[in-house]
């Protein structure tokens, strides 16, 4: 019940809603009972897969007959029809799950017949193009996917289905086109993280592919973050994504930029906790992996703020006071 | 606590009572294909608002019963219902707490439950193949709870979790997919069963698990998402396993799951003012009692299950939950 | 006939307020000189807009509205031929932006007039840099972050004045004592804006008219349009369909009519006399040309040019203190505008690798022209050389997307607000025709046609506003006749500022008919002739439960 408001009703409504409710429970039942006695008999017929219908169309969580569905199609119907048959039926059944998933978009069963039935497309439609019913379906399936995360941009069931409909594809998309994919849902609103998140795998996938140029890449991407953190410095998709840019903070170049540049924004903002809570891990960083460089007084002066920060943290982010209390402890008692 | 408002026990205990009583509403049957879960949140809330017996124990082992898959050798969630691993694990964590467990046919749910292993490491939920790291967490349980875990290949399913983990510290439902509260606690107790919580960046972990308390007292499941009830237990039992339970606000928590309890029909809801049902009742008594919330019976984080069953069967993996407060 | 109300005039106020009325279950006639409906709000196409125009240009003899008409607009002068297809423009006499929240919508929501008419979403605000190229207005998040212009200190600041702005400012400390400052003061002061930002907020998020707009009643505006946001799509604005506010009068006007109204069109009216006739206990008797019958009302609502006599001045008139007289340009376009940003700022969009099947849906994804449809243009002062230097002009541009013109055609309405003495001096041609030719660079430029873009029509005119006798507060003197007055002068306030005047002359007339022992003939949940004294609870009646469809 995510999200159902309570709704107080009349006597009167509560009741007519009652007698309608009952004449719909006495179909649901009987359906339910046809259902599961052919079921039971092994009825693979034509009526009884357009029971189905009726009954997904009412209850798409109904699991097992979303079950009976398949079993009919594998048993019956693949064995019996042409693979023009088949990729027609199984069409008709996207179709329909695309209907059911507008109405229902985080239904786990419904992408996962979609799944299924992308998977069971034959060959064809002729000998000489064996993809191209597949290609057909496939592209169709990232566009409907597409819509799906215009209407709500954050529904991991699309970014996972996403993820699954560009590794199948006969004809892989290029990395360049999912990467300007995520930009373009970054831009329409950053903090969606899913998009940041769909970023770091893509770019990932680009460096250990040798497609790009790791250096580049992080120079724009610690541009474009910039940018959003000084447009809303309390969004912490952003800060997340930052942190697996800056990774173990191994170049300490890019490290010392990036801890001047949050200076600065913590100097117009002096009420942002991301800002004082990274530049705490930041220095933390600076201090375990590049003692050597800073020099044994300004190491002292590091570890201050850092202690500083902490103190600062516990009050402006009072619901983790005792992580900002455990990290001062350990930086406290750190060796250098 | 003071003034403060208190879990209502005796009517969500009622509110629990009456759900199995709403047989002639149309949505009671719309939700058959939850009805064994149903039953284990429901008696899991109870047991953990100490009421264990409010439930009839002989009408409840006949009905897991009854949802026994023959031909597949699993339980449905309901009778003449396929067979599926979540049904399954819920059938046998109700037997447990039933203190039942020998009503079943351990070998076949073992064989059912290992059938459904991919090469890669994870588990499908039943015969046609949705993977996902829940399932793979379900199977961990039930073959822990049923003294099968040696027939498991541990590395294998070891291995998966490992690819499904991400920078930011926690684990998505499978390899690529973001980070989400629900698949971190399944992702972290699946390890903790399986004595590898090495395998997680556990610093980091806490860290964004931390992250989710947003300022009203709730958690949400991802950064940049509405806090939501269910969140109180997935994202606790989780810094819990790491023991850092510490590093959230647990009064302003208790607050936020108060504040969603419908004081006129019993129940919690996702937040204040929605409808309320069992799932989130369960997992908001669930949170309370890990946060010490006085007068609950201790909640092994872990298996979802009341800490005295999971002692018993010497289970107890080491956590760390709130001193319970009086 | 005899009526509880006449309705004189079919501007949107008094179309609102005739629809609530007879909603309410009161008689209504609803009475209009003109042979459209609109009033001073009217859509028109493009011969009814040279025939209104020739009408008030004339001097021959004319009625006692069209008299009226005549001083209030004045200056009117057209260039250029009527385009084929004349009948295929809906021009708008008082061309405006809707916000998605706001009195309007919800009276179109309430009244279930929304499901006559339809609305597109404005494409984009900009502001006029330099021949060819405009300025974006960075108004939301997403906008600020996008921009490449603004420097990440300024990224900054900007935010945070919309994160204010968009919040409950009222008892923020920023605004203590500054709730009366010039706005662009407020923002140099307490947020430490640069001229460029505060130019962008002042006059393109706040739409102020000028520099002396004090900070509070600006802060309330661009709060308002930043909620509304995301109600319809990511701008905050909508334009109506067929001409915008002239249609929305029309489908009140339809919804009064089903409520039983009478309707009374081209009739100009000859006398309105406040005796009783023998026939009728009713206080007004109205005769209109060429209807034998009389007219019997007993409260008036209606357009002061229907009011010959000048001794009103007593009587309640519902306007907006800050409506002024305006200067205004319809011109009549056949290339489009482009709103392109200078080059060393925005890149257009990088390529875009768009998935779409065969059949090409999804292209829409596809637009990163900066042609636009249905957007809007701000000059604030001293934008323009030989433009004013005090007030802020508005350019809205409307195309087929809106229906209002065939395709390939677009309306330009520029409007210039008239605050100084001097302006009134000069003609409306005079004042807006710089603004014009600078619109017109921004016209693209095909291969084949490297000529600038020249109007295929053109239209100057100066509009006074209505007689405004502005009553003090809440002490309204309690009349039989209801003058609907001026509304805002600020372009996303007008619609608004209409809706809240009929809501005003709604309860001062079912006021007056409550003192004469009047009361509405049906109740208000529509049960038939039920007698006696029904009190009005509410502007709308609600609308009869729909159920909503599940899938059985």
Redesign the interface.
């Known amino acids: 019940m995510h999200g159902v408001k309570r709704i107080r009703y009349s006597r009167e409504a509560l009741e007519a809603k009652q007698q309608r409710d009952k004449a719909k429970l006495q179909e649901y039942l009987a359906l339910t009972e046809e259902i599961i006695s052919r079921k039971k008999n092994g009825d693979y017929s034509h009526e009884a897969f357009d029971l189905t219908t009726r009954m997904l169309r009412v209850n798409p969580e109904f699991y097992t007959v979303w079950n009976y569905r398949k079993t009919i199609l594998v048993k019956e119907f693949f064995l019996k029809s042409t693979p023009h048959q088949i990729n027609d039926v199984l069409s008709g059944d996207l179709d329909m799950t695309t209907a059911f998933l507008k109405q229902h978009p985080k239904i786990y069963a419904i992408w996962n017949h979609r799944r299924w039935c992308l998977e069971q497309v034959p060959e064809g439609p002729t000998e000489a193009d064996p993809n191209g019913w597949k290609m057909a379906n496939w592209k169709k399936e990232l566009y409907v996917v597409e819509k799906m995360l215009d209407v709500d941009a954050r529904n991991f069931h699309a970014w996972n289905y996403r993820r699954y409909v560009l590794a199948s594809m006969p004809v892989h998309r290029s990395e360049q086109s999912e990467l300007d994919y995520t930009t373009r849902k970054i831009e329409a609103n950053f903090s969606n993280f899913s998009a940041w998140h769909q970023r770091s795998k893509v770019l990932t996938t680009l460096w250990e592919t040798g497609k790009a140029n790791p250096a580049q890449n992080r120079e724009e991407e610690l541009e474009l973050v910039r940018n959003a953190m000084y447009t809303d410095p309390f969004d912490q998709s952003v800060w997340i994504y930052h942190r697996w840019l800056i990774g173990e903070g191994s170049d300490a170049t890019i490290l010392q930029a990036e801890i001047s540049s949050i200076q600065e924004l913590l100097d117009e903002q002096p009420d942002s906790k991301w800002c004082m809570e990274s530049l705490v891990h930041y220095k933390q960083l600076l201090l375990r992996n590049h003692s050597a460089i800073i020099g044994a007084e300004d190491r002292q002066v590091v570890k201050t703020s850092c202690l500083d920060l902490l103190l600062q943290l516990q009050h402006v982010d009072s619901e983790r006071k005792n992580r900002y209390g455990d990290l001062a402890v350990r930086i406290r008692d750190m060796d250098i | 606590m003071g003034a403060e408002p208190k879990l209502n026990i005796p009517l969500h205990v009622k509110y629990i009572q009456s759900l199995g009583e709403n047989k002639d509403d149309l949505t009671y049957h719309l939700t058959a294909h939850l009805r064994m879960n149903a039953v284990y949140w429901g008696l899991t809330a109870l047991y953990i608002m100490k009421n264990k017996d409010a439930l009839d124990r002989e009408e409840m082992i006949e009905y897991v019963m009854s949802c026994w898959d023959e031909q597949a050798g699993g339980f449905g969630a309901h009778p003449d219902h396929d067979a599926h691993i979540h049904a399954t694990l819920s059938a046998i964590q109700i037997l447990v707490m039933q203190d039942a467990l020998d009503r079943v046919d351990v070998d076949r749910v073992t064989k059912f439950i290992l059938s459904l292993q991919q090469p890669s490491g994870v588990f499908a939920g039943d015969a046609f193949g949705e993977i996902d790291t829940r399932f793979l967490y379900i199977a961990v349980q039930a073959l822990s709870l049923l003294g099968r875990l040696h027939e498991l290949d541990v590395e294998k399913t070891v291995g998966y979790i490992q690819r499904c983990r991400n920078f930011d510290g926690g684990f998505g439902a499978i390899i690529g997919a973001e980070s989400h509260a629900a698949q971190v606690f399944v992702c972290t107790a699946a390890l903790a069963i399986l004595d590898r919580l090495d395998v997680i960046d556990q610093e980091t972990l806490a860290w964004w698990l931390s992250e989710r308390q947003l300022p009203n007292g709730g958690l949400n499941g991802r950064p940049e998402k509405l806090e939501d009830v269910c969140y109180s237990f997935w994202v606790l039992s989780a810094l819990s396993i790491l023991k850092k339970l510490n590093w959230i606000d647990a009064d302003k928590l208790i607050k936020f799951i108060l504040s969603a309890e419908d004081l006129e029909h019993g129940g919690i809801a996702d937040r204040p003012g929605d409808q309320p049902d069992v799932f989130h009742t369960q997992f908001g008594v669930a949170g309370l009692s890990l946060l010490g919330y006085p007068g609950l019976e201790d909640i092994d984080p872990v298996y979802c299950l009341p800490a005295k069953i999971t002692e018993a069967k010497g289970l107890r993996k080491d956590w760390e939950a709130l001193p319970r407060r009086v | 006939m005899d009526v509880d109300v006449v309705v004189l005039g079919t501007s949107l106020s008094e179309s609102i307020t005739a629809a609530a009325l007879s909603k309410a279950g009161y008689k209504v006639a609803h009475i209009d000189t003109n042979p459209y409906y609109g009033g001073d709000d009217a859509s028109l196409s493009l011969d009814e807009l040279v025939s209104w125009a020739d009408e008030r240009k004339a001097d021959n003899d004319a009625s006692s509205y069209l008299t009226a008409q005549r001083k209030r607009f004045s200056g009117i002068s057209y260039f250029g031929t009527l385009p084929p297809q004349s009948r295929q423009y809906a021009v708008s006499l008082q061309p405006t932006i809707i916000p998605s929240i706001g009195p309007l919508i919800d009276s179109l929501v309430a009244s279930g007039v929304s499901r006559y008419g339809g609305f597109k979403l404005l494409e984009r605000v900009a502001i006029y840099d330099s021949p060819g190229i405009v300025k974006p207005v960075p108004g939301s ?2 906008d ?3 921009n490449k212009k603004l420097s ?2 300024h ?3 900007l ?2 004045f919309l994160m204010f702005a968009g919040g409950d400012f009222e008892n923020k400390p920023e605004l203590q004592e500054s709730e009366s400052v010039p706005f662009a003061q407020f923002l140099e002061q307490k947020f430490s804006l640069d001229a460029e930002a505060i130019q962008v907020i002042v006059y393109a998020l706040a739409f102020c008219i000028s520099a002396t707009d004090r900070t509070l009643p600006a802060l309330q505006r661009i709060r308002r349009y930043l909620r509304s946001t995301g109600r319809y799509g990511p701008s905050s604005f909508l334009v109506g369909h067929y001409g915008g506010l002239g249609e929305i009068a029309q489908g009140f006007c339809r919804t009064s009519a089903v409520g039983g109204a009478i309707y009374i069109l081209r009739r100009p009216i000859l006398s309105i006399a406040s005796a009783p006739s023998e026939t009728s206990s009713r206080k007004y008797t109205l005769q209109l040309e060429d209807l034998q019958e009389q007219l019997q009302g007993d409260v008036l609502v209606g357009a002061s040019d229907y009011f010959q006599d000048d001794n009103t001045t007593q009587e309640n008139v519902v306007g907006e203190a800050t409506s002024c007289s305006l200067a205004r340009c319809i011109a009549i376009i056949d290339r489009p505008i482009n709103f392109s940003v200078s080059s060393s700022n925005e890149q257009p ?2 390529t ?2 768009i ?3 065969e059949d090409g ?2 292209a829409d994804s596809l637009e990163v022209a900066s042609e636009v449809d249905t957007a809007t243009l701000i000059f604030p002062p001293s934008s323009l050389e030989g433009g004013s230097s005090t007030v802020s002009v508005s350019v809205l541009i409307t195309g087929e997307g809106s229906q209002s013109a065939p395709r390939g055609k677009w309306i330009l309405y520029i409007t210039m607000p008239l605050i100084d003495e001097q302006d009134t001096t000069e003609t409306a041609e005079q004042l807006l025709r710089p603004y014009l030719n600078a619109t017109l660079s921004l016209g693209s430029r095909s291969p084949e046609m490297s000529a600038a873009l020249e109007p295929l029509f053109t239209l100057f005119y100066t509009q006074l506003t209505p007689r405004n006798y502005s009553t003090p507060g809440d002490a309204e003197p309690l009349s039989s006749i209801i003058h609907s007055g001026s509304y805002a002068a600020y372009l996303p306030e007008i619609a608004d500022s209409a809706s809240i005047n009929a809501e005003k002359m709604f309860w001062r007339a079912v006021k007056a008919l409550k003192a004469l022992g009047k009361y509405p003939q049906r109740s208000q949940e529509g049960e038939e002739e039920k007698a006696g004294e029904v009190e009005v609870e509410s502007m709308w009646p609600p609308l009869e439960y729909v159920e909503d469809n599940d ?2």
């Open positions: 998040k997403e600020v972050f996008k990440l200190l990224k900054r600041r935010m945070r969009s990088e875009r690798d998935s779409v099947d849906s999804g899938d059985w």
